[in-house]
């Protein structure tokens, strides 16, 4: 996989997660799945040497 295309899934994956935070009420389901966020914020951080924002990865 690519550098460009992990990213573009990071990104899929934190989105798909904050929508999904957004329509949970449980607290351990939100708890954990915003653990998992705070996880993929860092992952797509640290992979972001070369990429600036969200928009240049759809180019």
Do not use: D, F, V
């Not at 994956?13 to 954990?32: C, V």
């Amino acid at each position: 996989m690519t550098h460009h295309n992990e990213l573009k899934m990071i990104w899929s994956e934190l989105a798909n997660t904050y929508q999904l935070l957004n329509s949970t009420t449980g607290k351990a389901e939100r708890s954990r799945l915003k653990a998992l966020s705070e996880m993929l914020r860092i992952e797509y951080r640290m992979l972001t040497s070369t990429y600036t924002t969200p928009q240049e990865l759809s180019k």
